[in-house]
């Protein structure tokens, strides 16, 4: 019985899913990055490609998962409407008189049937706040997220992107 519980425990270890914040500039040191009430555009950032897997929409997701964060706390909240390179995405804020730029990028997209395979979805998102009044990088952040290893569900990686932008944004406020 005593190994049976060791290795029921032992599963529930090896299967948690993981979430991570790592922060690639020191702004979290300073304090607040944003102050609340500000009109913010969040860019739309290309769909994620996997071992040529395009996985359509992967981008308007996390877009969206930072538009609904960002409800929150900011006054408005624009999306953009085509994945833009930064300047342009920069440009584009301004012509929306948005003081804050939410640059979000898809570095790593992969969805597995990790209930079949054992193989875990991951996502990466590196994040860019920029001032536009300011003219300079607020935040740039690495945001991870993968599902638990062993699973009965077939959870998709965009399930995982609510472990990942909402306590980031809301670290962003605090």
Not at 42 to 65: I, M, N, R, W
Request: with cysteine.
């Amino acid at each position: 019985m005593k190994h049976i519980a060791c290795l029921l425990m032992a599963l529930l270890l090896v299967g948690c899913a993981t979430a991570n914040i790592e922060r690639l500039s020191q702004s979290q040191d300073k304090g607040t990055v944003l102050q609340g009430g500000e009109r913010v555009f969040v860019a739309l950032p290309e769909d994620g490609v996997f071992e040529g897997h395009h996985y359509t929409d992967s981008g308007k997701y996390v877009q969206q998962y930072f538009y609904d964060s960002l409800l929150r706390y900011a006054d408005t909240v624009i999306n953009a409407v085509k994945v833009l390179p930064l300047e342009e995405a920069k440009a584009e804020a301004k012509r929306q008189n948005a003081e804050i730029l939410i640059y979000p990028g898809i570095v790593h997209w992969e969805d597995r049937n990790t209930m079949w395979s054992g193989l875990r979805d991951k996502v990466r998102i590196n994040v860019i706040v920029y001032s536009l009044a300011d003219n300079k990088t607020l935040d740039k952040t690495s945001l991870y997220a993968t599902n638990a290893w062993f699973t009965f569900v077939h959870a998709r990686p965009e399930n995982r992107l609510r472990t990942i932008i909402p306590p980031y944004v809301k670290a962003l406020y605090q």
